[in-house]
């Protein structure tokens, strides 16, 4: 398995944490947030990964390397802003495979990537998605699925209640942008699966998960309490 990890975040939201690191750097517990994220990998048997970076990236590559715990590790700088489309299409580029899981470096969702990689294959879809089931999905915004697990509408944050979200963790298929061309800046989420969905008709793993997105200071010190300690 190879995986691309979108690690180029600014963290404006946690400036008072991560004003001299890279937000995927941010200290929980006594480890880098991205080191768990990195971990979960390892542990599930990806092989490759590709680290889609940005800004102040040489401090990930000065803890990580080329090599963690035995998993090759590439780095894929953006010079300029790329958006997460941009940042994915830029990154493929290093990784041969034809198919490729994607995960948020800002969020942790410890879905099962073996079983979401064999439900991929099996849907014939270009692109699965991994969903998480919340009480309150206003922060994160809704997904609608069919009976047939389908994706087949996204809706604004403002919509709260209890409700499946995006967990940020993609498989996907490079033909995906030959067939759908897209500039060299673009959002992964807005410009491509959202405008093109119904054509596309991404697939639906649904999961319950551990999930936890550390973009907000709440949820940083969540994660300080729930992992923290690993």
Same mark, same amino acid.
């Given at each position: ?58 401090v990930i590559r000065e803890h990580f390397g080329s090599e963690y715990r035995g998993m090759q590790l590439s780095y ?10 941009? +940042? ?28 979401? &990689? ?6 014939? +879809? ?17 997904? &609608? ?36 061309p897209m500039p060299e800046r673009f959002s992964f989420e807005l410009d491509l699966v959202e405008l093109n969905i119904d054509r596309i008709q991404p697939q639906a793993y ?22 923290? +300690?690993?």
């Amino acid at each position: 398995m190879r995986a691309i990890v979108l690690a180029g975040g600014l963290g404006t939201r946690l400036a008072s944490v991560t004003n001299d690191i890279p937000k995927p750097m941010a200290p929980v517990g006594s480890r880098p947030f991205l080191e768990y994220l990195v971990d979960d990998l390892v542990n599930q048997g990806v092989e490759q990964t590709v680290l889609a970076v940005s800004y102040m990236w040489e401090v990930i590559r000065e803890h990580f390397g080329s090599e963690y715990r035995g998993m090759q590790l590439s780095y894929s700088v953006e010079e300029v802003p790329l958006g997460t489309g941009g +940042a994915i299409q830029q990154a493929m580029a290093i990784l041969a495979d034809d198919e490729i899981m994607v995960l948020n470096g800002d969020t942790r969702f410890r879905v099962d990537l073996a079983e979401m &990689e064999k439900r991929h294959r099996n849907c014939g +879809a270009p692109l699965t998605i991994a969903l998480k089931r919340v009480t309150d999905s206003g922060r994160f915004g809704r997904v &609608e699925v069919s009976a047939e697990g389908v994706v087949t509408r996204f809706l604004e944050k403002s919509t709260g209640g209890p409700a499946w979200i995006n967990g940020g963790v993609y498989i996907l298929n490079n033909y995906l942008f030959r067939d759908y061309p897209m500039p060299e800046r673009f959002s992964f989420e807005l410009d491509l699966v959202e405008l093109n969905i119904d054509r596309i008709q991404p697939q639906a793993y649904q999961s319950d998960a551990y999930f936890i997105d550390m973009g907000i200071p709440e949820d940083y010190q969540r994660a300080q309490h729930e992992i923290g +300690a690993e």
